[in-house]
């Protein structure tokens, strides 16, 4: 789970069926411009998996300053999922955001959805209106959010929630233009909706004090083949099936010839100079003929040189 040590007792983590996926470090996390304590990771995406987003909040988060609750939000390509509260009920307090809930105008009903990973569908040959709406979306494309705030206890229900009025994507498309050159995989979808009864929304206010989130939880979710891509994981090992026995023994005669040469190259550059007879010396690195050093004076040869 990633942790912050500015912010202990916050931990966050992305599950697929239950499990909590592997997180590697992000190499470029120290290069990034942020003024909040952030944690940067990423993780494999799956096919077509849904996701969920767990919180745990155990007793080594201090709740004393001004008896403030916690709120948490969670984004995926800047697109809201859901928020949660805590309080201090108890020590260890585990949550999961796993679905969206929308209101739909066309039925006049709420309605929920799970978030899950899809592959991104490419669109060649897009407009300029087009590839200039994507090159927006392609900066959050891959991305999951998790803001951790301090909000007061004196918050006010609220009728509904204006993200919830924005209706959610049920594929992912990009212009090829937007995507070149960036190791992106995937994007957020969501699963067919289920009806719900209309929640209930409260406005909290947020500590002056704070100005914003007291920790950042990024995760950035690729393929497999991205990952490696990008480096953060190592490539995989070249696969010899289907290769015959034949071919297999011609590739390493190939090799081991390849090593015979570079090993004569090697022993070629050590002795640069070698005698050749009583009074005469050859410098084997000259394609011309060799040339002969008169011996009536002394001549001192460094065999040290390379």
């Not at 992000?26 to 909040?36: F, I, M, T, Y």
């Not at 709120?71 to 009920?89: E, M, N, Q, R, W």
């Not at 004090?209 to 995760?219: H, T």
Request: charged share 35%; aromatic share 6%.
């Amino acid at each position: 789970m990633a942790i912050l040590q500015e912010v202990p007792g916050v931990a966050v983590t992305i599950r697929v069926n239950d499990v909590d996926c592997v997180e590697y470090d992000d190499p470029n996390a120290s290069e990034q411009p942020l003024d909040k304590p952030t944690s940067s990771k990423y993780i494999e995406s799956p096919d077509d998996a849904e996701y969920t987003i767990h919180i745990k909040i155990d007793s080594a988060y201090d709740w004393s300053y001004k008896n403030h609750m916690m709120g948490v939000t969670a984004a995926s390509d800047g697109l809201h999922i859901s928020s949660d509260v805590f309080t201090k009920d108890n020590e260890v307090t585990e949550r999961d955001i796993s679905a969206r809930e929308e209101f739909c105008q066309d039925t006049n009903h709420w309605h929920s959805r799970k978030p899950m990973f899809s592959r991104v569908k490419i669109v060649n040959n897009a407009t300029e209106e087009r590839i200039e709406s994507d090159n927006e979306m392609s900066e959050k494309l891959g991305l999951i959010e998790v803001h951790v705030i301090r909000v007061t206890n004196d918050g006010q229900v609220q009728g509904n929630n204006d993200e919830s009025k924005r209706q959610a994507r049920a594929s992912v498309t990009c212009a090829e233009e937007s995507v070149k050159g960036k190791a992106i995989s995937h994007g957020t979808v969501f699963s067919a909706a289920e009806r719900i009864q209309e929640p209930e929304y409260l406005d909290l206010p947020i500590l002056d004090e704070d100005m914003g989130p007291i920790a950042v939880f990024l995760f950035r979710y690729r393929s497999k083949e991205a990952l490696q891509q990008e480096l953060i994981i190592p490539a995989a090992p070249r696969n010899l099936d289907g290769y015959s026995e034949a071919e297999l023994r011609r590739l390493a005669s190939e090799r081991l010839d390849q090593i015979d040469e570079e090993k004569v190259e090697k022993v070629k550059k050590e002795r640069k100079f070698v005698k050749r007879e009583a009074g005469e010396i050859e410098d084997l690195t000259q394609d011309d003929r060799p040339s002969k050093l008169s011996r009536t004076e002394p001549v001192f040869i460094d065999l040290t040189d390379d």
